[in-house]
């Protein structure tokens, strides 16, 4: 099982719409987790990081599941702007200076 | 503020050759790490570094060395490169580890082809 997991989509949504998607990890010791935009052939910015149960910021939120261990990602009200691949990043089992990212799951937007 | 810089953005090499790329970081950041992107692989790490002077092995170091002499520069070559090293190379910082100072800063990325 790979550490990080993500559903790579992609995920075609309207405008306006509302999407979400998880990411699983496997280490139940992981304190920090991170969701990362990247543009095509661009560097991963970070979209918001989640050290407790959840995080919002403006129309993103991210929840955190430790029981069953995953992150998701809930984006409202979506612009044409948040087309992208949305990177989930959890730190590593065997270091905690180490961050293990997912392959990226691909949203487009259509207006 | 120039954040996390890489150089080169773009590179050419034949099989064989040898390269240095270089990352700078003006955040005064303990942590850099060296990644490469290929298609559908996601982020993999090679190597990184803790601290000036420190540096250690991540999921993919073979083919590679680093060299922290400086806190704000991180090194990273090839000696003998492969067409298997072809690929998108981002350098990263973080004030630390741990939660609230492991936030990774990247670089832009170089654009590395061997042929």
């Known amino acids: 099982r790979k550490e990080v997991e993500q559903d790579p989509g992609p995920f075609n949504v309207p405008e306006g719409a509302t999407v979400a998607f998880n990411c699983t990890y496997s280490?139940?010791?992981?304190?920090?987790f991170f969701w990362y935009r990247q543009d095509c052939r661009k560097e991963p910015k970070l979209l918001m990081s989640?050290?407790?149960s959840g995080n919002e910021d403006g129309r993103f939120t991210a929840q955190l599941n430790r029981a069953s261990q995953y992150i998701s990602l809930l984006i409202r009200d979506s612009k044409l702007s948040d087309s992208a691949t949305y990177l989930c990043?959890?730190?590593?089992?065997?270091?905690?200076?180490?961050?293990?990212f997912g392959s990226g799951t691909r949203l487009s937007i259509r207006p | 503020n120039a954040g996390v810089t890489q150089t080169p953005k773009f590179r050419v090499l034949k099989t064989g050759q040898s390269m240095t790329l270089l990352c700078a970081q003006d955040?005064?950041?303990?942590?850099m790490y060296w990644y490469r992107q290929d298609p559908g692989m996601g982020l993999r790490l090679i190597h990184y570094?803790?601290?000036?002077?420190?540096?250690a092995k991540g999921e993919v170091p073979d083919g590679y060395n680093v060299s922290r002499l400086k806190k704000q520069n991180f090194l990273l070559g090839l000696e003998s490169a492969a067409p298997s090293q072809t690929s998108v190379y981002f350098c990263?910082?973080?004030?630390?580890?741990?939660?609230?100072?492991?936030?990774?800063?990247f670089g832009p990325g170089t654009r590395l082809t061997v042929l």
């Open positions: 570094s803790v601290g000036e002077g420190t540096t």
């Open positions: 955040m005064n950041h303990e942590y």
């Open positions: 280490n139940s010791a992981s304190q920090s």
């Open positions: 990263a910082s973080s004030y630390a580890s741990g939660p609230s100072t492991d936030t990774q800063y």
């Open positions: 989640v050290y407790s």
């Open positions: 990043a959890v730190n590593a089992h065997s270091s905690a200076s180490k961050i293990i």
